[in-house]
């Protein structure tokens, strides 16, 4: 054999030989073990420990003072005040006066309406009388002597309670767990009620008419 075919039978082992290593290198990187993924962690749920989004807990009292539609009281207590508004300016109109006049009306303690302002005494007395006989304005503004304040007192004590977090004991007591015991009138005998008890006196819808005033025109 001539030094020529010599060195090519050895080049051909040789290419030979690395052909097979190749495809046996390639199976062992594909049978190595891949390094295990960690799994992601599960983001927090409002039902984790650690997932409290306003930072503390909501108990059932909170709940059923925050489910109190203080939108539709407002709506029928707005009705009672823009006709007690309207009735006083017609009677200004009525009598020749300024339409920014002043006028205070409250109830006396035998319970007839009284007139105060900038008008003299004569004509108090006379939109007094005409108020009095009137008992379509008797009639609201009795309703807005006792209305007005619960829902005053509502008002300021969720305001407090969605600013601060502070409970009022008062209105977690008025406030039923049966929504359709909440109505405007069953709250306001509530707090009459519980107005009374604590303060043993007469009950605080006279008191509370009697004390009640509207003022129109009312200057700061």
């Known amino acids: 054999m001539s030094l020529l075919a010599s060195l090519i039978q050895a ?7 690395m052909d097979q290593r190749q495809p046996a290198a390639t199976g062992n990187a594909d049978t190595q073990p891949k390094a295990a993924e ?4 599960p983001a927090g ?5 650690r997932f409290t989004p306003s930072g503390r807990s909501i108990d059932n009292t909170e709940l059923k003072t925050r489910a109190l539609t203080l939108g539709e009281y407002k709506q029928t207590v707005a009705q009672d005040l823009s006709f007690v508004r309207e009735t006083l300016r ?4 009525e009598y020749n006066l300024h339409p920014a006049t002043s006028v205070n009306v409250s109830k006396g303690e035998n319970g007839t309406i009284q007139v105060d302002g900038s008008m003299t005494d004569n004509l108090k007395e006379k939109i007094g009388q005409d108020l009095n006989n009137n008992k379509g304005f008797q009639e609201a503004f009795s309703r807005l002597s006792v209305t007005e304040p619960t829902l005053d007192f509502m008002d300021n004590a969720l305001k407090l309670n969605q600013a601060y977090g502070v409970n009022n004991s008062l209105l977690d007591s008025m406030v039923s767990e049966n929504e359709q015991f909440n109505g405007l009138q069953d709250l306001v005998h509530r707090y009459d009620n519980l107005k009374r008890s604590a303060s043993g006196q007469q009950p ?7 004390r009640y005033a509207f003022s129109l025109n009312a200057r700061a």
Do not use: C, I, N
């Open 45 to 49: 749920t409002p039902g984790d420990d």
């Open 11 to 17: 080049s051909t082992r040789f290419q030979q030989a």
């Open 38 to 41: 960690k799994p992601p962690e």
């Open 90 to 93: 017609h009677k200004l109109a």
């Open 204 to 210: 605080v819808s006279t008191a509370s008419q009697q």
